[in-house]
């Protein structure tokens, strides 16, 4: 067990609709990342928060958006869901978000049917 | 752009050694690191290697750095049937951009372990 949180565990939902993915980093971790895992793209890096503060932005789509709230859980808000979202996201945590190991949380499966 | 490059299978008897290999671009990598995922599941950090040093062993893990040629490798001694997973090198460099140390990973080794 990582110490990172994830919910819910899986979604399945419509195409059009709108989701939000939440994450529990580890206590004491200050930097959230959230990571996209999909068969064709593999691994891929979306946006990372340090401390409430949006820190970096890799491959979102605009259709996406992110937050991390004052107790420093994170929410990943996906909408006008496409066939093509469907997939694994992960979302990970790090003392200080500066190259130091990320933790993993167990991951959301997302089904856009 | 970073690249992290990985063959994507390995077969090999339970007991042997498997050697698990990756090359990388980006030569401000700071970490590198070897994650695992079993089906279904997330990813776990197995073990991570400094930029600086050339090895780093833990128990039955050994990773080697050979940083002049970007090669990053994982060594699995007395491969059991429990290590059957996909296995992920991973880079941390630091993005000059942003200051951000987003892993680029890549596209995962499936190790199978025959009996």
């Known amino acids: 067990d990582s110490g990172v949180t994830q919910t819910p565990k899986h979604l399945i939902t419509a195409t059009g609709q709108r989701v939000t993915l939440r994450c529990s980093p580890r206590?004491?971790?200050?930097?959230v990342y959230w990571y996209q895992q999909s068969l064709d793209q593999g691994l891929q890096f979306l946006i990372q928060?340090?401390?409430?503060?949006?820190?970096a932005k890799g491959n979102i789509l605009e259709r996406f958006s992110a937050q991390q709230f004052p107790d420093l859980h994170s929410e990943l808000n996906l909408s006008s869901l496409e066939l093509g979202d469907s997939a694994l996201y992960f979302c990970a945590s790090s003392a200080e978000g500066t190259g130091d190991e990320q933790y993993f949380g167990p991951g959301t499966r997302l089904t856009v049917t | 752009g970073e690249d992290v490059e990985q063959s994507l299978f390995l077969s090999v008897r339970e007991g042997d050694s498997s050697v698990i290999n990756c090359t990388y671009t980006?030569?401000?990598?700071?970490?590198l690191y070897w994650y695992k995922q079993e089906p279904g599941a997330g990813l776990q950090l197995l073990t991570y290697i400094f930029s600086n040093m050339d090895m780093k062993q833990d128990q039955r893990l050994t990773v080697l750095l050979n940083k002049k040629d970007k090669h990053l490798s994982l060594r699995i001694a007395d491969t059991q049937t429990g290590d059957s997973a996909i296995y992920f090198c991973?880079?941390?460099?630091?993005?000059?951009?942003?200051?951000?140390?987003?892993?680029?990973f890549g596209k995962g080794t499936k190790l199978s372990v025959i009996p």
């Open positions: 928060y340090y401390n409430g503060e949006e820190r």
């Open positions: 991973a880079e941390s460099g630091k993005d000059s951009g942003a200051g951000s140390y987003q892993l680029t």
């Open positions: 206590s004491g971790d200050l930097s």
């Open positions: 980006d030569s401000s990598s700071t970490y």
